[in-house]
C-alpha cells in the first residue's frame, strides 16, 4: 500500500449513499485499488451496499468490469424509475411507494446467487438499514445478502419498506448514511471514506407535497454526514475521497432524459470519480513522502 495507511490497524472502504451520483464511486474504487489499496473491511449505505457487496465480493482491480456493469443495468432497468403498473399495484396492495423493488431485485440476482449470504462474501461487509418499528439503524452483519441490500437501498416514498423476518426496513441513508463510526468498530484504524453527494448546492425550498420528502431528508443526511467526518477518533485516520461530481451535478436527473444520455452520464461519471480520487491520493503520497523525508 505504499505509505498510504496509517499503523498497523485495518483498512476500511466506507461507501456512502448517493441514488444516481453512484458511479463517481465506481471510478473512486478503481483508482484506489489501482494505488494498491486494498480493504480488510467494506461498509456500505444504499448504493454504496450494493457496490460495496461486489466490492466484497471480489476485492480486486478487475470488480471495475461488473462494477461499470452494474450501472448498465441500472439504467436499462430502470430500477428508479416511477412505474405506474407498480404504483397501482402497491395501492391495490396498501404499500407505500412509486415503483416495486422488482428490477433492483432482478439486477442484484445478475451479481449474487439467490441465497448468498453475507458471510460468503471474501471481506468482512455490513450494510446499515433503518427500521421503522424500532426507529433504529440495524446493521446487516450475517444472514441473506439480497434482502439486507434491497433493504439498505429503500428509498422512502420510492419503493414500499422491505420486510425481514417481521421487521420493516427503509433506506440506510436515513440515519446511516456514511457509516465512518462503524468501520472503526469493526477496527479500521485507516478509513478511506468514499462520500458522493460531496456538492454543496443549495436546497430549494420545496413548493410541492412530494418535494418536501427530499428536503427533510437532504436537511437531515447533510448535518449527519458532517458531524460523522468531523468527529474525533484518536488513532484512526480518516480520508475522505473526493468524487468528482461537482462538474456533473446537474446531470442525469430527470424521468425524461434518454437511455443514451444516463449511459453517458454514468460513463463521465465513473471516469471524474476516477480522475479526482487518483490526484488526491497522489497528493496524499507525495505528502507522505516529504513528511518521511
Known amino acids: 500500500m505504499d505509505g498510504l495507511t496509517d499503523g498497523q490497524g485495518k483498512v476500511a472502504f466506507v461507501l456512502g449513499g448517493g ?13 484506489l485499488l489501482e494505488a494498491g489499496i486494498v480493504p480488510d473491511i467494506v461498509v456500505g449505505t444504499s448504493i454504496g451496499s450494493v457496490q ?25 432497468m430502470r430500477v428508479m424509475k416511477p ?10 396492495h396498501v404499500r407505500a411507494g412509486l415503483t416495486s423493488e422488482d428490477a433492483a431485485h432482478r439486477m442484484l ?5 439467490p441465497h448468498t449470504r453475507i458471510e460468503d462474501l471474501k471481506l468482512p461487509f455490513v450494510c446499515p438499514a433503518s427500521s421503522i418499528e424500532r426507529a433504529a439503524a440495524h446493521y446487516f452483519d450475517q444472514g441473506q445478502l439480497i434482502p439486507a441490500l434491497l433493504a439498505s437501498c429503500c428509498v422512502p416514498g420510492l419503493f414500499p419498506p422491505v420486510e425481514i423476518d417481521g421487521e420493516h426496513y427503509l433506506d440506510g441513508g436515513l440515519i446511516d448514511s456514511l457509516p465512518v463510526g462503524l468501520a472503526v468498530s469493526l477496527g479500521a484504524s485507516t478509513v478511506y471514506a468514499l462520500r458522493i453527494r ?11 407535497p412530494w418535494q418536501l420528502a427530499h428536503v427533510a ?3 437531515s443526511r447533510r448535518a449527519a454526514v458532517e458531524a460523522e467526518i468531523a468527529r474525533r477518533r484518536p488513532g484512526v485516520t480518516v480520508h475522505v475521497l473526493p468524487s468528482g461530481e461537482d462538474e456533473l451535478v446537474k446531470a442525469g436527473r430527470g424521468p425524461i432524459a434518454s437511455g443514451r444520455a444516463e449511459l453517458e452520464t454514468v460513463r463521465r461519471r465513473i471516469a471524474l470519480g476516477y480522475d479526482a ?14 513528511a518521511t523525508g
Open 19 to 31: 441514488g444516481e451520483r453512484g458511479g463517481n464511486q465506481v471510478g473512486m474504487i478503481r483508482a
Open 198 to 208: 460531496q456538492t454543496g448546492e443549495q436546497l430549494e425550498v420545496p413548493r410541492m
Open 52 to 76: 460495496g457487496a461486489i466490492l466484497a465480493k471480489n476485492p480486486t482491480v478487475s470488480v471495475i468490469a461488473e462494477l461499470t456493469e452494474l450501472w448498465m443495468e441500472f439504467i436499462s
Open 83 to 92: 412505474s405506474l403498473r407498480a404504483f397501482l399495484s402497491n395501492v391495490r
Open 109 to 113: 440476482l445478475n451479481h449474487f446467487a
Open 277 to 290: 480520487a487518483s490526484a488526491f491520493l497522489e497528493g496524499l503520497q507525495r505528502t507522505r513522502q516529504d
Open 217 to 219: 431528508f437532504e436537511v
